[in-house]
């Protein structure tokens, strides 16, 4: 049997007992490491176990995932996910793979960030499309997600928008001379991805959203020192400080909303007056 | 310190760790038991958590939350929600009156439906805003739903129905004779969501769905049992005995779909040629 057992959001307290259970007897435990991250070490992880884990990073589980099946026809092989197990596209891959060899799937579901972000006070049914932001460079600077942010605002509704982590990334420079170094991991915050957002917007010019408009950046979801503040998308670019260290996500906000919404989120405002005026012009209540 | 702490979606073992720490440790436990429910019943919960659970009906969290949160300033009380905590605006409603009490508050995540649904092979970042059905009767049939389901397929994306339950339903003839019965619990399945679906496309005729729309019903999603079953509305119409028992879910597909998703989901369809045909119609692969 695979299991596919999600770890929720952010520490090793935070597997299901179902889970844990499966992962003391599985024979083999291999953990996804690329797609997201918990906020505590391999090491916690290995020692609240009580055995060893591999980590199967992204050419693992891409060009290699029969290592990780073998013999999973009669044993049972767990594989962590952070998160929930069907958060990133990658495991609905492994599970096709499993159905070819006729080795049975068995998921053990858990938080993931796309319900976990419900904890900022925005409903979860007003929520649109899920979209992703990339670390853009000189020459690669993807705007897909522009227009799928824009369909969301159309109709009212919230973006999720999930930051880039880069875990692994090897060195070009060292590269080219023959040699693999590791870049050290790189997770994208709440201001960049503000910047960006409002960069893409002064290129297109369609209106998705503006300088104006409010979201709320996240941090550590689900952790003891999760973290909310909510402002203006020129306000986020420089409320790094107050978020503090990774995993951020960000909701830019619908202008469709709830009283309750309005009454919760406003608690995380930088500045609450800012916010009043322009939820006041902007954003109708229901 | 008030604890919501999320009970993931199928049985006692569903708890995480860390949930489980904080229901022994509380000074009160409550199970809000109208929005959702678990497939395992209280008393499976009281034995397996080795205390007593107070259940908390719709009236007492509407009405009646400050005895839930009487001294929560200086002993911890725990908040167990079927899914994740902030699944329905209830939890907000009471977060919002702690936060007046000066109470804090800190939350255990867990599975929701709305992540949770991703087993069934369909992309989360695809899905738009997520809806309800509830019970049509002869003079009640709200068709908010129509409305943005419309708004989702009109740009592509999957629509999650949440299904209603009635539990705690008190008999009205019983009522008007001055005594308080109240109806066995009623679960609505996917044949009955799809039959009122379709009624209500015929009402509107706007086109945001038809017969031959591609779905899947899900049943019992996170527990063993967890079944898929994918077909067109009609075809789900009468797929009942083929679920079995609730609970149930309904996700309409929307037409910008990913090759994965196809490959994933065909091996639940109902009429395997029929869904090649219908999807390679009207459903393209981005």
């Excluded at 992880?45 to 199967?56: D, F, H, M, N, Q």
């Excluded at 793979?97 to 972000?117: D, W």
Aim: some cysteine; charged content about 25%.
């Amino acid at each position: 049997m695979l299991y596919l057992v999600g770890l929720g959001l952010s520490d090793e307290t935070d597997i299901t007992v179902k889970g844990l259970e499966v992962v003391k007897k599985a024979s083999r435990v291999y953990l996804e490491a690329y797609t997201s991250i918990l906020l505590v070490d391999q090491a916690v992880l290995e020692k609240y176990y009580g055995r060893s884990v591999t980590i199967a990073d992204r050419e693992m589980v891409e060009s290699n995932s029969d290592e990780i099946l073998r013999d999973a026809q009669t044993e049972d092989v767990a594989f962590l996910v952070v998160g929930d197990p069907f958060g990133a596209t990658t495991h609905t891959d492994i599970v096709l793979r499993a159905r070819e060899l006729k080795i049975p799937v068995r998921t053990v579901p858990n938080a993931s960030i796309m319900s976990g972000i419900g904890a900022c006070g925005l409903q979860l049914y007003n929520f649109g499309q899920t979209v992703s932001m990339v670390f853009f460079t000189d020459s690669w600077r993807p705007a897909s997600f522009y227009d799928r942010v824009k369909e969301n605002r159309a109709i009212g509704l919230h973006t999720l928008v999930l930051l880039d982590i880069k875990v692994k990334e090897p060195n070009l420079e060292s590269m080219a001379r023959g040699r693999i170094v590791y870049e050290p991991p790189r997770y994208m915050s709440v201001g960049t991805c503000a910047r960006q957002m409002l960069e893409v917007e002064e290129d297109r010019k369609e209106g998705a959203y503006g300088p104006d408009s409010l979201a709320i950046g996240a941090a550590r979801v689900g952790g003891k020192e999760e973290t909310f503040v909510a402002g203006t998308l020129k306000e986020l670019c420089d409320a790094d400080d107050k978020l503090g260290p990774p995993l951020h996500s960000l909701v830019l906000l619908g202008n469709r909303t709830h009283e309750l919404e309005h009454d919760f989120v406003r608690e995380f405002a930088i500045d609450k007056d800012n916010w009043d005026r322009i939820w006041k012009e902007q954003y109708h209540t229901q």
